[in-house]
């Protein structure tokens, strides 16, 4: 009885040391993986209150900081959401957006079409296309 335990933890303390290296170099993938989604939710958050409110709703990028926020535009700018991401993650290129910024239309249209390039340590790069329709899709 004693050695089956003694041989379980075996395994367990052998299969740990092999699989801990394998995740710490996969965490920064997996963190750009969910960055990437939320900043897609967040667009299309930012579209749905548009569409629903009919106030011209912004998400608007901080490259310096490496963040974004959702403004609504209305007779004062409200911020709805303010996102700093992860300092593995990075804000590498935004393209074809005027002044870093994704503006809705009142029916779910962008103002400018464009992509916004993230980033991580391993230099693995997920792009996220805004279309002129408004439709947000990750590649």
Known sequence: MLIDV?????IIVLLSTISIPFFKKYQPNLKLNGA???LATDLRYAQQLTVTEQKIHQVV??????QYQILKIDTATTTIKTVTLDSEINIKEITGLTDNKVIFNYYGGVAYSGQIILSNINNLTI???????GYIQLE
Do not use: C, L, W, Y
């Open 6 to 10: 003694i041989v379980s933890i075996g």
């Open 36 to 38: 990437a989604r939320e």
């Open 61 to 66: 990028f901080d490259i310096n900081n490496n």
């Open 127 to 133: 792009t996220i296309n805004v279309k002129p329709s």
